[in-house]
């Protein structure tokens, strides 16, 4: 539901309108923060928008709306009213569509049109567009409903990822792997090699196993489905290829079309079911090779979307095929990569770059320097709970090595498991000369945070 921009905002407003510059920002979350500073350095005005009143962010808006920012034409409206000279988001996927839509109703050249951002947010339209321009991706289905999910299961042989067609975040992702779930069970004897006599009860048994069988295989489906569709916003649901192999991001900056790749970032994630995100580490670790693969696959898919001018973050996995995309954002990447391990790895700072680049300017995309930069996420493990305690000893903080430590939760809050992302409970920013010391550093500072829950 769409909160109204709160009384005092037309008094806000007339402050606004006397300055020149004005940049309406679609998000304040954290991950938001760095590019509304960044902003504010440039000398902007910043209209900032986001549905939730108590946002970090807006403690630096110059007007502060609460709207969501998926309401497109709410949006729309308030920039009417305000006039921003640009409209932008920075880590958000669904903001991504809204400022591609206010810009082109604005009247103003789109770092992306609203068409080609419809494709780099719905996953279905991004398959979609991928597949036309011949860039390698899993096999998939769009299902509008259960007996289409069904359907497509039963074309991957049941050895799936299901995942909502508009949601990021890891929300609603899970792995369906019926032959691995059912431990073989699936296979019944083969009752033509026992005695005559045995054959006839041996069939009732099968039967019934089969039977038995079939109804857990029916309520796993059925649950998988409502979980994935429970986070789907257009209510469809995707079913793909399981890909085997590395996961890894490239953080990639585009400039008059032509991709400027920066760095590709090593992904670590949680076993299935679930692929929650515990760790990233820059620079790649993977072979020189496999990496200049990687970068042709990811340029492809940039170019593919449509993207002008504009961070993208490409989310790849090396398969024995070779690289295949898992989903591209027309944005910079979340989870701190691009806000503090990029920088941290070579010196660019890309959020000010992408900030600049918005506004009409080139940025300077030179690295500074080769380091390692990792990050590894707190978590309370698989099962529902409750945070009791948690302990992070006073020395950890100023160990050589150490960026940040950043806790999300408290004491008395629940969490789901490691189901998204929203359920990880804080994280651990590290550095090295290399990949591997910052890995390592964040490894053990990782196993000296101590995590109490209750069930």
Known sequence: MTVKPQAGTLVEKSKVEEKQKKMMILGASALQVPAIKKAKELGYQIILVDYDENAVGFALADVKLVVSTLDQEEVYRQAL???????????????????????????????????????????SKMRDRLKQCGVPIPEYYAAANYEAFSEAVDKLDGDCIVKPADNAGSRGVVQLAIAEWNG??????????????????????????????????????????????GNARNGMVMVEEYMHGAEVSVEIMVIDGAPHILTITDKYITPPPYFVELAHCEPSRLDAGTQEEIRKVAAQAVRAIGIENAPAHVEIKVTEEGPKIVELAARLGGDFITSRLVPLSTGIDMVGASVLLATGEEPDLTPKWDRGAAIH??????????????????????????????L???????????????????????TGETPEQAMELGKQILAQIQVEISG
């Open 81 to 123: 009213i305000y006039q921003p000279d640009v409209v932008i988001t920075s880590t958000s996927d669904g903001p991504v569509r809204t400022a591609a839509y206010v810009n082109e109703k604005l009247g103003k050249k789109p770092d992306l049109s609203y068409e080609n951002a419809l494709c780099a947010t719905i996953k």
């Open 408 to 430: 999300y939760k408290k004491p008395g809050d629940p969490v789901q498991g490691t189901r998204s992302s929203n359920d990880r409970l804080g994280h651990v920013i590290t």
């Open 377 to 406: 996420f707190i978590s309370a493990g698989n099962e529902p709970s409750v945070i009791t305690r948690i302990t992070v000893p006073d020395a950890l903080y100023e160990q050589e090595g150490v960026e940040e430590i950043c």
């Open 184 to 229: 073989g069970e699936a296979q019944s004897p083969c009752v033509n090699q026992l005695p005559y006599e045995q054959q006839h009860n041996t069939n009732a048994q099968t039967a019934k196993r089969l039977l038995a069988y079939n109804r857990r295989i029916m309520k796993l489906l059925r649950e998988t489905y409502d979980y994935s569709l």
